[in-house]
């Protein structure tokens, strides 16, 4: 069975930093790529940042360029966010999903997670 499970959430005040973990379990192979959105109170769900499965594309939403580290582990079935400089609105769930490209849409990614609340206060 295909899981995965995001950790590392958590309240934090503005301008602090947080770092999330996502492990991939069952057929996910190595070679996917592995991203991260985000689905704020009221708000559309969002792409933040993207891994592709040979670790050699990231790309990240204008929103959280240059305070926002992808990163995959050394079994490169799992996946980290470490967002530094937080912000209110960085306040959200924040969701791991695994496919077989890497892609900013939320629709090319087949596999999810449940999903993690991170909570920015000023």
């Known amino acids: 069975q295909v899981q995965l499970v995001e950790s590392g959430g958590g309240s934090v005040q503005a301008g602090g930093s947080l770092t999330l973990s996502c492990a991939t379990s069952?057929?996910?192979?190595?070679?996917?790529?592995l991203a991260w959105f985000r689905r704020a109170p009221g708000k559309e769900r969002e792409f933040v940042a993207v891994?592709?499965?040979?670790?050699?594309?990231?790309n990240y939403a204008d929103s959280v360029k240059g305070r926002f580290t992808i990163s995959r582990g050394n079994a490169k079935n799992t996946v980290n966010l470490e967002m530094n400089s937080l912000k209110t609105e960085d306040t959200a769930v924040y969701y791991c999903?695994?496919?077989?490209?890497?892609?900013?849409?939320?629709?090319?990614?087949?596999?999810w997670g449940q999903g993690t609340q991170v909570t920015v206060s000023s």
């Open positions: 999903a695994a496919g077989p490209l890497a892609s900013d849409y939320a629709d090319r990614y087949a596999l």
């Open positions: 069952g057929r996910i192979f190595s070679s996917f790529a």
């Open positions: 891994s592709s499965g040979t670790n050699t594309y990231t």
